[in-house]
């Protein structure tokens, strides 16, 4: 089957470093994203990995390896804005799919 | 730059009533969704379209259609609503071609529907 596997909630200090795992098995991959969603609005793209290693930008850094099916999100310098639902999604290119994966998202509070 | 723009934001029906949720960009992307997203399911995939003239079914297309005649206009039309379709509804579009390229997808701000 085709799953997404992420933390439900997390909570960390203001400040702080935080990091948002998710793992993954999927027919096929095509690259992984990052999404970011407070509560109330829509989803907004963070970050996309396709190839294993490090991406990153500015205060946010993910991580992809494809052999562990494995991938972590990695906010630094933590503010209250940051608080926000985290979606991990999967791009899976089996056969001619163009769909992405969603896991549920880890909703992530930071405390001042 | 509007990006994607949806509307309704909000709407209540009456089980049984039929609408259609528009949904517009102007980034002259080919590839157009629709989401529905529930608390604890995530989100879904109703319809999805590359091109104009093209859709294909998503993961929970029942109760829903969708037509393609434009680049720019994805509607979804709710046929005879259910109490299950109550629901944040997002439409979202991409890049696409013979590459996805990085294809990240552009959310409108969601239509939040309530059947009763």
């Known amino acids: 089957g085709q799953n997404i596997d992420q933390p439900t909630e997390m909570t960390a200090t203001e400040g702080a470093i935080v990091q948002i795992n998710c793992t993954y098995q999927t027919s096929g991959f095509n690259g992984l994203f990052w999404y970011q969603q407070h509560a109330g609005e829509a989803p907004t793209f963070l970050s996309y990995n396709v190839l294993d290693g490090l991406e990153e930008k500015g205060r946010f850094s993910s991580f992809l390896s494809r052999s562990k099916g494995y991938s972590y999100l990695l906010l630094k310098e933590l503010q209250m804005k940051d608080s926000a639902s985290y979606l991990c999604a999967v791009r899976d290119n089996a056969g001619n799919n163009r769909k992405l994966i969603w896991g549920l998202g880890t909703s992530l509070a930071v405390n001042p | 730059n509007a990006g994607v723009t949806q509307t309704p934001k909000f709407q209540v029906l009456k089980t049984g009533q039929s609408m259609t949720l528009q949904c517009a960009q102007d980034?002259?992307?080919?590839?157009m969704s629709w989401y529905r997203q529930d608390p604890g399911m995530g989100l879904r995939l109703i319809h999805y379209?590359?091109?104009?003239?093209i859709t294909d079914q998503g993961e929970v297309p029942n109760g829903y259609n969708v037509s393609r005649s434009t680049t720019e206009d994805f509607p979804l039309r709710l046929l005879s609503a259910a109490p299950s379709q109550t629901s944040v509804y997002f439409c979202?579009?991409?890049?696409?071609?013979?590459?996805w390229g990085t294809g990240e997808l552009f959310f409108g701000e969601g239509s939040r529907l309530t059947v009763l």
């Open positions: 979202a579009s991409s890049y696409s071609g013979t590459g």
């Open positions: 980034m002259n992307h080919e590839y």
């Open positions: 379209s590359v091109g104009a003239g």
